[in-house]
């Protein structure tokens, strides 16, 4: 059983940044972002995942890349999202994702263990 903690979320002004943290207990091979704002499905940021030891490679949604990075401590186990030039459209509520399954998908179906989430607040 894996358990995830998120911290971080806030608000903020367009234009500034956040630093979302997701701390993890147990193994697992893919970590995930997902975000849903009110009235809208959950929708895929960013994932992590490592093919050899200590090197791990992040894929991006559109929407956000450029303006955000996702991280890995592996001694601490805890995944980051470092968010940059945020927008309004940014606004909702973080959710981080872990599976334990090799491969790292981008659908939130395929993701088994789930934080309690944080929000994000971007004003204009």
């Known amino acids: 059983q894996v358990q995830l903690q998120e911290s971080g979320g806030g608000s903020v002004q367009s234009g500034g940044s956040l630093k979302l943290s997701c701390a993890a207990s147990g193994d697992t091979r893919c970590m995930a972002w997902f975000r849903q704002a009110p009235g809208k499905e959950r929708e895929w940021v960013a994932n992590i995942y490592s093919l050899r030891s200590f090197t791990y490679y992040a894929d991006y949604a559109s929407p956000v890349k450029g303006r955000f990075t996702t991280s890995r401590d592996s001694a601490k186990n805890t995944l980051y999202l470092e968010m940059n030039s945020l927008k309004p459209e940014d606004t909702a509520l973080y959710y981080c994702?872990?599976?334990?399954?090799?491969?790292?998908?981008?659908?939130?179906?395929?993701?088994?263990?789930w934080g309690q989430g944080t929000q994000v607040t971007v004003s204009s």
């Open positions: 994702a872990a599976d334990q399954r090799y491969g790292c998908s981008r659908a939130a179906a395929d993701f088994a263990y």
